[in-house]
């Protein structure tokens, strides 16, 4: 049991029910119910929920239709190959001449890490682009023009910037790595490395928010 307080549409409509003024706000509605004698609150019993009558969700219902055997093991999104390596392991497979094709990428889900900036390089040319007057994106010439010239706004210095910022997310994460790979008589707080613990807070804070890479870090200083 547990107690429940009425609403301020519940405690108008038994004021109403009496013929008394049902305006005011709920504190005045409560003490106004209080002074008629009428309960503002009452005991309910906690009922426990269940399935009936809301919906299963797809995965309970390909369960049951048959489509997913829970005797097989399927590897999940982390673990998944994209279809460029695919079709590069394919062609090394087949190929004639027993050439082999190397593909390796970033890791998923971290695109602070992709490439040499590249994401870095993505994000400063959008940025470009949504700053641009609005004329100058009406008609196809004039867009364009503009999606050029945003492919251009990343000058040199700001590739090489971007490409830096990558590259120390690269090595604090290695760094962490080590730190997680040491035996455990070896991992104490006082060994934690400390540049890299901060420089990955700030990712850690920004994955609370949309996985935009401008928003992980854009202090290129």
Known sequence: MYKHTFVK???????????????G????????????E???SEMRRKVKEGWMGKPK????????RGFI?????????LNEKTLLQFHAE???RDHPDGCQVMFDRSP???PELAGEGIEYDWAGVKSYYRRSPLHFKKGAANFKALVLDSLKSVTFEARVAFSARAREYMLAYDVLEEWENL???LKTEEKLPETSAQLLDSVVRSRKRHRSVRTVRMNLG
């Open 9 to 23: 549409k519940d405690l108008q409509d038994r004021l109403r029910a009496i013929g008394k003024d049902a305006n």
């Open 25 to 36: 706000t709920k504190k005045d509605l409560q003490k106004r119910c209080e002074d008629n």
């Open 38 to 40: 009428i309960a503002i």
């Open 57 to 64: 969700g797809m995965l309970q219902v390909l369960w049951e």
């Open 69 to 77: 055997d829970p005797t097989v093991e399927v590897s999940d999104f």
């Open 90 to 92: 394919a062609r090394s």
């Open 108 to 110: 998923k889900c971290h």
């Open 183 to 185: 035996p455990a008589n």
